[in-house]
T-cell receptor, first 112, second 114 residues
Framework: GIQVEQSPPDLILQEGANSTLRCNFS?????LQWFHQNPWGQLINLFY???GTKQNGRLSATTVATERYSLLYISSSQTTDSGVYFC??????????????FGKGTLLTVNP | GAGVSQTPSNKVTEKGKYVELRCDPI?????LYWYRQSLGQGPEFLIY????????DSGLPNDRFFAVRPEGSVSTLKIQRTERGDSAVYLC????????????FGPGTRLTVL
């Protein structure tokens, strides 16, 4: 099946810093979602982005499907941004494109 | 509107016991999914319902696991003869019509098998 790799696995920032999280996938995808899992375990939808760039406040995401990667940008980070960021893809083909396949996540810690 | 809800939030049971985990999807969402998340990993697919029927149960690890959605809304994941290796967070998600529609997750049920 498709492989989803996220980098870096861990990231520590000072409040106010910017960061870029990367998601690489091994095969073609139909769509992609970014999530933030907060310290209480809730998965919060950030972006639903098959291609192109979207922005939501201090966060933005870019997916380049032809090159099999997506980037999540966090600007002016805040302590509430801490948690695990997951990339998940909808694989193309095989009749099971509804199965989200997740990476292992990036653990972000933002210190005050 | 209300999001996906799951009960209980935590469940502690003994090896060999039977457990039921409940999921209430977003109103109007016909597609419902169960995923399982182990420590330090991303969620992994278990089963997908479209309406009342299980369209794909290929992710269920073995026949001790079973899920139902009798009226096309609430779903129950059932685990028989629980084992310590079943300990994980069980997540439920729903989407408007399945397929490539955006999936929205509930808060999960943390299952601990002693």
């Amino acid at each position: 099946g498709i492989q989803v790799e996220q980098s870096p696995p861990d990231l520590i920032l000072q409040e106010g810093a910017n960061s870029t999280l990367r998601c690489n996938f091994s095969d073609s995808v139909n769509n992609l979602q970014w999530f933030h899992q907060n310290p209480w375990g809730q998965l919060i939808n950030l972006f639903y982005i098959p291609s192109g760039t979207k922005q939501n406040g201090r966060l933005s995401a870019t997916t380049v499907a032809t090159e099999r990667y997506s980037l999540l940008y966090i600007s002016s980070s805040q302590t509430t941004d801490s948690g695990v960021y997951f990339c998940a893809v909808f694989p193309r083909g095989g009749g099971s494109n509804y199965k989200l396949t997740f990476g292992k996540g990036t653990l972000l810690t933002v210190n005050p | 509107g209300a999001g996906v809800s799951q009960t209980p939030s935590n469940k502690v049971t003994e090896k060999g016991k039977y457990v039921e985990l409940r999921c209430d999807p977003i109103s109007g969402h016909t597609a419902l999914y169960w995923y399982r998340q182990s420590l330090g990993q991303g969620p992994e697919f278990l089963i997908y319902f479209q309406g009342t029927g299980a369209a794909d149960d290929s992710g269920l690890p073995n026949d001790r696991f079973f899920a139902v959605r009798p009226e096309g809304s609430v779903s129950t994941l059932k685990i028989q003869r629980t084992e310590r290796g079943d300990s994980a967070v069980y997540l439920c998600a729903s989407s408007l019509n399945g397929g490539l529609n955006e999936q929205f997750f509930g808060p999960g049920t943390r299952l601990t098998v002693l």
